[in-house]
Structure formats: C-alpha cells, structure tokens
C-alpha cells in the first residue's frame, strides 16, 4: 500500500512556472514507476507525465513536452513535476500515481495502482 500526497499547486500567471510534489509513504516508491495526470473543468482526467522507478526514463504528452519536467528523488520518496511556461488550458487539478509495473511506458488510469488526492492549479491569463 502507498499513500500519495500531492502539494505546490495555486494561482500562477500564463507564462509563469510551478512545481508539484508527491510525497509517498512507504520504503516501496523507489520500485515504482510514478505518473502525473490532471483533470481540466468538463474533461476526462489525462496523462501528462511519467518517470521509471531510477528515472532513467520519461514520458510526456504531447501538449506539454519542452515546458514540463518531471523528475524523482527516492531518497526522498517524492516525485516533481516542474511545470514552465504554463498556459491556461493547464489548468486542472494535478494527480500523482503510482504504478508497479515500471519497464515500459504506461498512459492509462487503469495501469496505475495508486493515486493522490490531487492539487489544483489554476493558470490566469
């Protein structure tokens, strides 16, 4: 069992930048790959980014990939996802999720086996 807690999130200015943490509990997050989705106001809940369990390997969507990085630190059971140059349709409510599973590149909700409550950022043009 990992319990994800997600933090960072607010009002940022379109052009600006945020970064989001997960903090996991449990001496097991190094083993798993970590993703970042979001849900935007009326719209199914997406795929924005993954990182495998050493973070030798990343993963983005298209819409965000040269402005979004996501990043690990084990020792401190957190993933980041920087997020730059932010425009308004990145506005959403941010998930971080955990998935045992961590060889290969994984997009979908039901791949992952755990998930945060969620942060919500808002982007003002």
């Known amino acids: 069992q990992v319990q994800l807690v997600e933090s960072g999130g607010g009002l940022v200015q379109a052009g600006g930048s945020l970064r989001l943490s997960c903090a996991a509990s449990g001496s097991a997050f190094r083993y798993y790959a970590m993703g970042w989705f979001r849900r935007a106001p009326g719209k199914e809940r997406e795929f924005v980014a993954r990182i495998s369990w050493n973070g030798a390997s990343t993963y983005y969507t298209d819409s965000v990939k040269g402005r979004f990085t996501i990043s690990r630190d084990n020792a401190k059971n957190t993933v980041y996802l920087q997020m730059n140059s932010v425009k308004s349709e990145d506005t959403a409510v941010y998930y971080c999720?955990?998935?045992?599973?961590?060889?290969?590149?994984?997009?979908?909700?039901?791949?992952?086996?755990?998930w945060g409550q969620g942060t919500q950022v808002t982007v003002s043009s």
């Open positions: 999720a955990a998935d045992r599973i961590n060889t290969i590149d994984r997009q979908k909700e039901s791949d992952y086996d755990w």
